[in-house]
């Protein structure tokens, strides 16, 4: 009767070592990694790569007023406050690299700690488009 017993509970033990590290190879043990930040990059930087690499997502995070006064060539407009509701459908890829810019910094910190919270690692503050020296844009919401 005893073997029975330390059977049952090496057998117990070992299943509960493989699901606590299928639930950790599974995306759920991300309280153990690094925590996610975003990087600040400046306007020179954020041309430098936006000329140079391809697939870039440069988010816009502004009022479609705003966007639609000015913005960066080939920018996409997802409102902050729409961006947790929008972004996983308009940008699907968590790999991705984003350079997310609003009017003055504020808003972009506020939107890249959202993605952060979606799961997005690559992940850019371009501060705000008062600080943009390069050519912008008037005209319609992508």
């Keep these: 009767m005893v073997n029975l017993e330390v059977i049952f509970i ?3 033990i070992t299943v509960f070592i493989l699901l606590a590290a299928g639930l ?3 995306g759920y043990g991300h309280w153990l ?3 996610a930040v975003f990087i600040n990059i ?4 954020a041309r430098s790569r936006l000329e140079q690499e391809s697939g870039l997502i440069l988010l816009d995070v502004r009022t479609p007023a705003e966007y639609l ?3 960066i060539p080939g920018s996409l407009l997802i409102p902050v406050d729409r961006l947790e509701q929008d ?6 890829d968590r790999q991705a690299t984003i350079f997310i ?3 003055s910094g504020r808003r ?3 939107g890249a700690n959202i993605l952060l919270k979606l799961g997005y690692r690559s992940v850019y503050n371009l501060g705000g488009i008062i600080d943009w020296p390069f050519e912008t844009t008037d005209g319609t919401v992508k």
């Design 10 to 12: 090496k057998a117990t």
């Design 24 to 26: 950790f190879f599974s």
């Design 33 to 35: 990694a690094e925590p």
């Design 42 to 45: 400046t306007p020179q930087e």
């Design 69 to 71: 006064e000015r913005h």
């Design 87 to 92: 972004a996983l459908s308009l940008m699907p």
């Design 101 to 103: 810019y609003c009017r």
């Design 108 to 110: 972009s910190v506020t």
